[in-house]
């Protein structure tokens, strides 16, 4: 069965999320970025995801994870949760 690994920054503006992705493009860490700005609990851990399958995320999510390169950063992706950043960190 297909899976990944992603890691994502959750903010409520696509403003914000456009912002936050200069600051890593120009070097910034995307885990500290997620630390700092993500309102996701998974912010705690730099924004891991864990792994995860097809269909287990909302389909926004999914294809950029599954369809996407390994090691890019997405985003902005809107869904029902707000503005999204997404790294996919490897898929099997």
């Not at 950043?85 to 490897?90: A, F, I, N, P, S």
């Amino acid at each position: 069965m297909a899976w990944a690994t992603a890691r994502h920054i959750l903010v409520d503006s696509e403003e914000k999320c456009n912002e936050l992705k200069k600051e890593i493009e120009n070097g910034a860490d995307f885990s500290e970025v997620a630390k700092a700005n993500s309102t996701c609990p998974s912010s705690a851990n730099g924004g891991d995801l864990g792994q995860f399958g097809p269909g287990q995320m909302v389909p926004e999510f999914d294809k950029a994870v599954f369809s996407g390169d390994v090691g890019v950063v997405y985003g902005p992706i809107q869904t029902q949760f707000g503005y999204h950043l997404l790294e996919v960190t490897g898929r099997g």
